[in-house]
């Protein structure tokens, strides 16, 4: 059973350029959630979809978007990147169905904003 | 707003030994879920243990337990029987019942087991 896939792994960027960061989430598995991690810092939380729609969002800027597939796999867009965007950026999956709301990470893609 | 807290910047224990990890939450919620996350140098972020609040019983997977205190809420890590593998940061989370909730996360405690 594959669990959480995250790609690139790795990925440097210049400012002002534009991402996209690719999850699959765990089998059988249909939200997605997006964190990110600075450098010896917790994750925050960026948004969760479910459905193919953006149901929460944290305190992030516009620049940040995402989007989920039918297949539940899902993306994540920054736009116009500033230095402070350099992270490591986690994606989580969950079943909506089992009512324990247990989050399964992926490795995480490393993101460095030159 | 939910905050949780971790005071521990890092903690050191020898192999085989115990070590508790602390970790304070502040929430006006009553229905919610504590975790401690795992997080090795290869970043895979690995749950370690759950706990649902409304349980009064402590949750226990092998050599890790909690400390669940709900009244002064406190969510406590004790590891038994330390392993090398054991060194990571350990993060604490907290997570409301309700569908489609978020993680909040703790700023983490950097665990090295000497051998």
């Known amino acids: 059973d594959a669990g959480v896939t995250q790609s690139p792994t790795h990925l440097i960027k210049t400012r002002g350029q534009q991402v996209t960061l690719r999850c699959s989430p765990k089998?059988?598995?249909?939200?997605v959630s997006w964190y990110q991690q600075a450098l010896g810092q917790g994750p925050q939380f960026i948004f969760q979809?479910?459905?193919?729609?953006?149901?929460q969002r944290g305190n992030f800027p516009d620049r940040f978007s995402g989007h989920q597939f039918p297949n539940y796999s899902s993306e994540l867009n920054v736009n116009a990147l500033l230095l402070g965007d350099s992270a490591l950026y986690l994606c989580?999956?969950?079943?909506?169905?089992?009512?324990?709301?247990?989050?399964?990470f992926g490795p995480g893609t490393r993101l460095t904003v030159t | 707003a939910q905050t949780v807290t971790q005071s521990q910047p890092e903690m050191s224990v020898q192999e085989a030994e115990t070590v508790t990890l602390s970790c304070t939450y502040d929430?006006?919620?009553?229905?919610?879920?504590l975790f401690w996350y795992k997080q090795p140098p290869s970043r895979q972020m690995i749950l370690v243990i759950r706990?649902?609040?409304?349980?009064?019983q402590n949750a226990t997977e092998n050599r890790f337990s909690v400390n669940f205190q709900k009244a002064a809420k406190s969510f406590s890590l004790k590891i038994s029987d330390s392993q090398l593998g054991d060194t990571a940061m350990y993060f604490c989370?907290?997570?409301?019942?309700?569908?489609?909730?978020?993680?909040?996360f703790g700023e983490g405690t950097q665990l090295t087991v000497n051998p």
């Open positions: 989370a907290f997570m409301k019942a309700t569908s489609g909730s978020r993680l909040t």
């Open positions: 929430t006006s919620e009553s229905n919610y879920y």
């Open positions: 706990q649902e609040a409304y349980k009064q």
């Open positions: 089998s059988g598995h249909d939200t």
């Open positions: 989580a999956s969950s079943w909506a169905g089992t009512g324990i709301y247990e989050q399964y």
């Open positions: 979809y479910y459905e193919e729609e953006e149901r």
